[in-house]
């Protein structure tokens, strides 16, 4: 089982960066397939970045692609989603969330993940 405890949020004004950390316990953390996701108030849910065991291969929603860098540190247990030129629309809650299985073209589907952090509050200011 993995536990996942997300860090980095907070309030920036539009045009701001923010660096969101994903810490992940265990010893296994280089078989999981990462993924971000964020939930603004009234909202689905919905996909942001994932990245591959290896972090050989990553994925980005259209809409953040340009803005958004998701990494990985294995050694550290940490993926990290950078963040630039934040608008307005990408204020939410941001979850970390992890899945033990191969790479699949389902990773960007909530219901493809087994282990989701408690979310980071990020609130960009116009």
């Known amino acids: 089982q993995v536990q996942l405890v997300e860090s980095g949020g907070g309030l920036v004004q539009a045009g701001g960066s923010l660096r969101l950390s994903c810490a992940a316990s265990g010893r296994t953390f280089s078989t999981y397939v990462m993924g971000w996701f964020r939930q603004a108030p009234g909202k689905e849910q919905k996909f942001v970045a994932a990245i591959s065991g290896s972090g050989s291969v990553k994925r980005y929603e259209e809409s953040v692609k340009g803005r958004v860098t998701i990494a990985r540190d294995n050694a550290k247990n940490t993926v990290i989603l950078q963040m630039i030129s934040l608008k307005a629309e990408d204020t939410a809650v941001y979850y970390c969330?992890?899945?033990?299985?191969?790479?699949?073209?389902?990773?960007?589907?909530?219901?493809?993940?087994?282990?989701w952090g408690q979310g980071t509050q990020v609130t960009v200011s116009s």
């Open positions: 969330a992890a899945v033990q299985r191969p790479w699949s073209a389902s990773v960007g589907l909530p219901a493809s993940y087994d282990y």
